[in-house]
């Protein structure tokens, strides 16, 4: 099975060299938990690596968005032209207007429209809440439905943001429902859940688990998800 | 420095020179690697005489001058066959890459057989080889000069490339060894000449831009047309050849269209892979190169050659001829598809293409099928509903296919609506919905057949009986007379009523996709408009709003080239709206 490196340390090793190409991975986790940052790091890597992605934002612009991957030291200059960032947040603010906007049409007009002259092979949606209000869903699961199917269409492997309250799971065991707020965990082929966890009375750890993950064998358990000169996972230790 | 180094240095500059530009300008994976690798072998081997001869480098260098010299004579007859065959070279001809096959043995020997570059093309098992790949290269040169008109120009620039190379080469060095001077035996100073002999031969042979995508697996699927074979499809406008591009397309198989157009032949939600033919002598060397690197890339795709009649035109049909006898074993050993289009090719063109035994389906044009249809249900009227729907759409007549049904569909029950809600009599409404929904049967199992059912003849329009114009007007009943007469006159009046606004839309999808429709539902909101409220004017302003507006649809890709294609998308939005606007005015 061929299989897309995440360039994150230790989480490749976990998920046996990568996640399944063509799969559609739901990135889920509460606000700050580096949700986008984790994701355009796996799209800048694999661009450095000639493998081409798409970062779609609906919600942060271009340029709030590359001024904080350069914080990360991710420079866009560095993948030699394989990585685009598709600035739907700017487009939002041109089209309001008073009546609805065809967002889920015009997300396949460019999706399509560039997949014929730019190949690319990873593509991030950021973030599906944006997408559920812009297009203003009326049957959330159908159209998340129709979403997966087309994105599988593509033959592209997809990474959905989905942004969780600030107190789900963070209960030892949380239900599953916590991963996603539509079930669209049933949807994608793997979930991986970023949570903010307390460390002692003041510190706080991000960590991160993976909690599904078609044709992969891994284990289930959080992981510390530090950032030091990109990211990595480690065991958690009491 | 001796001026036999300046020589080679100058010519090192130019042959690095033409790597450079071939490397970077050059869209043939296989022809640029092997252009590049003699090139680099050439340089090699001058750089290390030159080092060599000037004290800079180890007499031992002279094994690598002598491995650099072996290997760039396989590799240019390699290069000639690239050429002439193109990148479909190694599946056609592996046997011509065993030539590489010496080169090592001749590298272990040369020490202990004492062979230098001096003596390279002595009477040995060395200099056999290197005569050998050279004759080869100058062999099939000599023989694509006598029998293609395709390679008429290029073989002469190979010709010319390949005698340089044997002129500085074997018979150079036989004069220099005639004359008992041996310093310069072996070097080649000609080099910059059959390096930009053969650069401009894989320019000349350039495929069309286009954004092919990188290598993949050989596509098998369902198809209704089968593959390893090459389909001509006889219409008087390109229409099936497009409808079974899209339809291919939709299945998953790769599809590239060739046509003068260029890149807007479909949808973004299905759309193929286009390129433009671009107006040059070498078109039809243009086109092979381009369907052979797409199918190399896409094998068990399909390459739409819809503008046939212009390759003609601008290359002489001996040329696209002999085009299209190529493109046939290209086809077998790729079991691609390659579909011509017989559209305005003059009748000795045609006759001169049937020759080459393809595959002939003669097929019909949709609008004259969709017309021989409605006439079966509404007799001689069916004209008029047609015009009345090509007006409401505004569309042309000559544009119409078998895409269109659906929308004729529902043109015809909103006419009946509009015929019932006024006429209140129910059993004249009731009857015309009957015949209504019998045509619109008889237009969606027309549409589902494939040029494959077409292509025995049986088209509707042939079909005995199915315009009996006469019957239906002098024995129908009084009531069916009357009904028809009204639902023309209704689909005169829808075709008639709000056209902006159904123009628009079209248009707007047309560009946009299925986005189109809310994208300018939007526009006319923020003018505070309804589309039923739409005239001229908001049309004008529609189309300024285009230009500001929808320009930040553009802006927020940053890729030059769809940014620019969906920019001309936009553009052409804006052109067409101002000219519906002054139609309507």
Same mark, same amino acid.
């Given at each position: 099975?061929?299989?897309?490196?995440?360039?994150?340390?230790?989480?490749?090793?976990?998920?046996?060299?990568?996640?399944?190409?063509?799969?559609?991975?739901?990135?889920?986790?509460?606000?700050?938990?580096?949700?986008?940052?984790?994701?355009?790091?796996?799209?800048?890597?694999?661009?450095?690596?000639?493998?081409?992605?798409?970062?779609?934002?609906?919600?942060?612009?271009?340029?709030?968005?590359?001024?904080?991957?350069?914080?990360?030291?991710?420079?866009?200059?560095?993948?030699?032209?394989?990585?685009?960032?598709?600035?739907?947040?700017?487009?939002?603010?041109?089209?309001?207007?008073?009546?609805?906007?065809?967002?889920?049409? &015009?997300?396949?007009?460019?999706?399509?429209?560039?997949?014929?002259?730019?190949?690319?092979?990873?593509?991030?949606?950021?973030?599906?809440?944006?997408?559920?209000?812009?297009?203003?869903?009326?049957?959330?699961?159908?159209?998340?439905?129709?979403?997966?199917?087309?994105?599988?269409?593509?033959?592209?492997?997809?990474?959905?943001? @989905?942004?969780?309250?600030?107190?789900?799971?963070?209960?030892?065991?949380?239900?599953?429902?916590?991963?996603?707020?539509?079930?669209?965990?049933?949807?994608?082929?793997?979930?991986?859940?970023?949570?903010?966890?307390?460390?002692?009375?003041?510190?706080?750890?991000?960590?991160?688990?993976?909690?599904?993950?078609?044709?992969?064998?891994?284990?289930?358990?959080?992981?510390?998800?530090?950032?030091?000169?990109?990211?990595?996972?480690?065991?958690?230790?009491? | 420095?001796?001026?036999?180094?300046?020589?080679?240095?100058?010519?090192?500059?130019?042959?690095?020179?033409?790597?450079?530009?071939?490397?970077?300008?050059?869209?043939?994976?296989?022809?640029?690697?092997?252009?590049?690798?003699?090139?680099?072998?050439?340089?090699?081997?001058?750089?290390?005489?030159?080092?060599? @001869?000037?004290?800079?480098?180890?007499?031992?260098?002279?094994?690598?001058?002598?491995?650099?010299?072996?290997?760039?004579?396989?590799?240019?007859?390699?290069?000639?066959?690239?050429?002439?065959?193109?990148?479909?070279?190694?599946?056609?001809?592996?046997?011509?890459?065993?030539?590489?096959?010496?080169?090592?043995?001749?590298?272990?020997?040369?020490?202990?057989?004492?062979?230098?570059?001096?003596?390279?093309?002595?009477?040995?098992?060395?200099?056999?080889? &290197?005569?050998?790949?050279? @004759?080869?290269?100058?062999?099939?040169?000599?023989?694509?000069?006598?029998?293609?008109?395709?390679?008429?120009?290029?073989?002469?620039?190979?010709?010319?490339?390949? #005698?340089?190379?044997?002129?500085?080469?074997?018979?150079?060095?036989?004069?220099?060894?005639?004359?008992? #001077?041996?310093?310069?035996?072996?070097?080649?100073?000609?080099?910059?000449?059959?390096?930009?002999?053969?650069?401009?031969?894989?320019?000349?042979?350039?495929?069309?831009?286009?954004?092919?995508?990188?290598?993949?697996?050989?596509?098998?699927?369902?198809?209704?047309?089968?593959?390893?074979?090459?389909? #001509?499809?006889?219409?008087?406008?390109?229409?099936?050849?497009?409808?079974?591009?899209?339809?291919?397309?939709?299945?998953?198989?790769?599809?590239?269209?060739?046509?003068?157009?260029?890149?807007?032949?479909?949808?973004?939600?299905?759309?193929?892979?286009?390129?433009?033919?671009?107006?040059?002598?070498?078109?039809?060397?243009?086109?092979?190169?381009?369907?052979?690197?797409?199918?190399?890339?896409?094998?068990?795709?399909?390459? #739409?050659?819809?503008?046939?009649?212009?390759?003609?035109?601008?290359?002489?049909?001996?040329?696209?001829?002999?085009?299209?006898?190529?493109?046939?074993?290209?086809?077998?050993?790729?079991?691609?598809?390659?579909?011509?289009?017989?559209?305005?090719?003059?009748?000795?063109?045609?006759?001169?293409?049937?020759?080459?035994?393809?595959?002939?389906?003669?097929?019909?044009?949709?609008?004259?099928?969709?017309?021989?249809?409605?006439?079966?249900?509404?007799?001689?009227?069916?004209?008029?509903?047609?015009?009345?729907?090509?007006?409401?759409?505004?569309?042309?007549?000559?544009?119409?296919?078998?895409?269109?049904?659906?929308?004729?569909?529902?043109?015809?029950?909103?006419?009946?609506?509009?015929?019932?809600?006024?006429?209140?009599?129910?059993?004249?409404?009731?009857?015309?919905?009957?015949?209504?929904?019998?045509?619109?049967?008889? &237009?969606?199992?027309?549409?589902?057949?494939?040029?494959?059912?077409?292509?025995?003849?049986?088209?509707?329009?042939?079909?005995?009986?199915?315009?009996?114009?006469?019957?239906?007007?002098?024995?129908?009943?009084?009531?069916?007379?009357?009904?028809?007469?009204?639902?023309?006159?209704?689909?005169?009046?829808?075709?008639?009523?709000?056209?902006?606004?159904?123009?628009?839309?079209?248009?707007?999808?047309?560009?946009?996709?299925?986005?189109?429709?809310?994208?300018?539902? &939007?526009?006319?909101?923020?003018?505070?408009?309804?589309?039923?409220?739409?005239?001229?004017?908001?049309?004008?302003?529609?189309?300024?709003?285009?230009?500001?507006?929808?320009?930040?649809?553009?802006?927020?890709?940053?890729?030059?080239?769809?940014?620019?294609?969906?920019?001309?998308?936009?553009?052409?939005?804006?052109?067409?709206?101002?000219?519906?606007?002054?139609?309507?005015?």
């Amino acid at each position: 099975m061929k299989r897309v490196p995440t360039h994150v340390d230790g989480l490749d090793e976990v998920l046996g060299g990568g996640i399944p190409a063509g799969s559609i991975v739901l990135v889920s986790g509460a606000p700050g938990t580096m949700k986008s940052s984790l994701t355009y790091s796996i799209l800048h890597h694999n661009a450095r690596a000639g493998t081409k992605g798409l970062y779609i934002s609906l919600e942060q612009s271009r340029a709030s968005l590359l001024d904080h991957t350069r914080g990360l030291g991710y420079q866009l200059e560095a993948t030699n032209g394989n990585l685009s960032l598709l600035d739907l947040a700017a487009l939002r603010k041109r089209l309001e207007g008073p009546v609805e906007q065809p967002w889920m049409d &015009l997300l396949r007009l460019y999706a399509q429209g560039i997949r014929s002259s730019f190949d690319y092979r990873l593509i991030v949606l950021d973030s599906l809440d944006a997408l559920e209000i812009l297009a203003k869903f009326q049957n959330v699961r159908k159209e998340l439905f129709d979403l997966t199917r087309w994105l599988r269409s593509l033959d592209v492997t997809a990474f959905l943001l @989905a942004e969780l309250p600030a107190d789900a799971g963070t209960g030892a065991s949380p239900p599953r429902s916590y991963f996603a707020k539509h079930k669209e965990e049933y949807l994608a082929d793997g979930i991986l859940h970023l949570k903010m966890a307390r460390q002692g009375p003041f510190g706080m750890q991000r960590q991160l688990r993976i909690v599904k993950m078609r044709g992969t064998r891994h284990d289930t358990d959080y992981h510390a998800l530090v950032f030091e000169d990109g990211f990595k996972i480690t065991r958690i230790l009491a | 420095m001796i001026h036999t180094s300046v020589a080679i240095v100058v010519a090192l500059i130019v042959d690095a020179w033409l790597l450079a530009f071939v490397a970077l300008r050059g869209r043939q994976t296989w022809l640029k690697a092997t252009f590049v690798v003699l090139a680099l072998s050439f340089i090699l081997m001058g750089a290390a005489y030159v080092g060599s @001869a000037e004290g800079l480098l180890a007499p031992s260098w002279h094994l690598a001058v002598l491995a650099a010299l072996v290997l760039a004579h396989p590799l240019t007859a390699i290069l000639v066959l690239s050429l002439i065959h193109g990148e479909t070279l190694p599946r056609r001809r592996p046997a011509s890459l065993l030539l590489l096959l010496p080169v090592p043995l001749i590298a272990a020997l040369a020490p202990v057989d004492g062979w230098r570059l001096e003596t390279a093309y002595e009477l040995n098992l060395l200099g056999a080889f &290197l005569v050998l790949c050279l @004759a080869i290269a100058l062999a099939e040169t000599i023989h694509v000069r006598i029998t293609s008109v395709l390679f008429q120009t290029e073989s002469f620039w190979l010709s010319l490339g390949v #005698v340089a190379l044997i002129v500085a080469g074997p018979v150079y060095s036989y004069e220099l060894g005639t004359l008992g #001077v041996s310093a310069a035996v072996g070097l080649n100073v000609t080099t910059p000449v059959v390096l930009a002999a053969f650069a401009l031969v894989t320019f000349h042979a350039e495929p069309f831009p286009t954004p092919f995508r990188g290598h993949r697996r050989r596509w098998s699927g369902a198809s209704s047309v089968g593959g390893g074979l090459v389909f #001509v499809f006889e219409e008087a406008r390109p229409k099936y050849a497009i409808i079974t591009a899209r339809s291919e397309a939709r299945r998953g198989r790769p599809v590239l269209i060739l046509s003068r157009s260029g890149g807007k032949a479909g949808h973004p939600e299905d759309r193929p892979l286009t390129s433009m033919i671009e107006p040059t002598a070498r078109a039809a060397l243009r086109t092979v190169a381009t369907a052979s690197e797409f199918l190399v890339r896409d094998p068990g795709g399909i390459v #739409v050659v819809r503008d046939l009649a212009d390759i003609a035109a601008l290359s002489g049909w001996p040329r696209t001829r002999e085009m299209v006898a190529r493109l046939a074993p290209m086809c077998r050993e790729t079991n691609s598809t390659v579909i011509l289009c017989t559209s305005r090719l003059s009748a000795s063109e045609k006759e001169g293409l049937r020759s080459l035994r393809y595959p002939w389906w003669p097929l019909p044009d949709p609008a004259d099928e969709i017309e021989a249809i409605l006439a079966r249900s509404f007799g001689p009227g069916a004209g008029r509903l047609l015009a009345a729907f090509c007006r409401g759409h505004a569309l042309r007549r000559g544009d119409l296919t078998t895409d269109h049904i659906d929308a004729i569909a529902s043109f015809l029950d909103e006419a009946v609506g509009d015929l019932a809600g006024t006429a209140g009599d129910a059993k004249a409404a009731q009857s015309l919905r009957e015949q209504v929904a019998s045509a619109v049967s008889a &237009l969606c199992a027309f549409r589902a057949r494939n040029p494959a059912s077409l292509a025995g003849g049986d088209w509707p329009s042939r079909e005995a009986g199915a315009t009996d114009q006469d019957l239906i007007v002098t024995a129908g009943e009084y009531w069916k007379g009357k009904e028809t007469e009204e639902l023309f006159a209704s689909a005169d009046a829808l075709g008639a009523r709000d056209p902006l606004y159904d123009r628009a839309r079209s248009i707007f999808v047309e560009h946009l996709g299925n986005a189109g429709e809310g994208v300018l539902r &939007l526009e006319i909101a923020r003018l505070g408009k309804t589309p039923e409220e739409l005239t001229s004017a908001d049309i004008v302003r529609l189309a300024d709003r285009a230009s500001v507006d929808l320009a930040a649809m553009a802006e927020v890709i940053d890729l030059p080239r769809e940014r620019q294609r969906l920019s001309d998308e936009l553009e052409s939005v804006r052109k067409r709206l101002l000219a519906i606007a002054g139609d309507d005015a």
